[in-house]
């Protein structure tokens, strides 16, 4: 069951400018992650932010959480050739859940 | 370095036959998990197991089976049952129970029928 929707599906950025993709998911969730995937390779975990949180920064990534309109958004700022890759969220939506479910992903490209 | 790696990276298969993929991890973690990812989809969740000699189906279980005889292995078989196997297989695991936390991906194998 696909529970994240990520939006836009493509993202064509210049290097240096910043890169935002957003999350929507549609039932109640403990926490939700981002994860980058480079073409043809496994998935990396960026980060996590819980049901209780709205605002979490790692570098130059900035995830926010709106619980009450059921999205996360995922800021890139100064981007960079190396920042191309397939992004994805995650939701836990149970108590202990093992089911993580992902979304479709955005394949942000950053030209040098 | 401690890992999960995933072998063989790409396998051709015929119809008709079984076909075993493996992913070993050695970050002492509890659970493990298969996934499966078609072009410009999201991974869904094929069998996922939480302690040795235990595991659960996910969302598309048909057609896959699954062992997990020692903690560092997870073994994923395709079975001639399955009937659009052609896809990019990822495993992952995380650590600590009754959580979830952090999946750590392997590089994937990547299985094509001919």
């Known amino acids: 069951s696909q529970q994240g929707e990520e939006d836009p599906q493509a993202l064509s950025i210049q290097e240096g400018e910043n890169a935002t993709m957003n999350c929507s998911y549609k039932?109640?969730?403990?926490?939700l992650q981002w994860y980058r995937q480079n073409s043809g390779r496994g998935l990396v975990h960026l980060i996590l932010?819980?049901?209780?949180?709205r605002e979490k920064h790692s570098g130059r990534l900035r995830v926010t959480l709106d619980t009450s309109k059921k999205s996360s958004s995922l800021l890139i700022t100064a981007s960079r050739a190396a920042d191309t890759a397939s992004y994805f969220c995650?939701?836990?939506?149970?108590?202990?859940?093992?089911?993580?479910?992902f979304g479709k992903g955005t394949k942000l490209s950053v030209i040098p | 370095d401690g890992g999960i790696t995933q072998s063989p990276k790409y396998l051709f298969r015929k119809e008709g036959q079984n076909v075993t993929l493996s992913c070993e991890q050695n970050?002492?973690?509890?659970?493990m998990y298969w996934y499966r990812q078609d072009p410009g989809q999201g991974l869904r969740l094929i069998y996922y197991?939480?302690?040795?000699?235990?595991?659960q189906k996910g969302d598309i279980a048909e057609g896959y089976s699954v062992s997990r005889e020692k903690k560092e292995s997870f073994p994923l078989t395709v079975t001639s049952a399955q009937k659009n196997p052609t896809a990019f297989y990822l495993c992952?695991?995380?650590?600590?129970?009754?959580?979830?936390?952090?999946?750590?991906f392997g590089e994937g194998s990547r299985l094509t029928v001919l």
């Open positions: 992952a695991s995380s650590g600590g129970t009754g959580t979830t936390g952090e999946l750590f």
């Open positions: 970050l002492n973690h509890d659970a």
């Open positions: 197991s939480q302690i040795v000699n235990d595991f």
């Open positions: 995650a939701t836990d939506s149970g108590a202990g859940s093992y089911q993580l479910t």
């Open positions: 932010i819980r049901s209780n949180e």
């Open positions: 039932t109640s969730i403990n926490n």
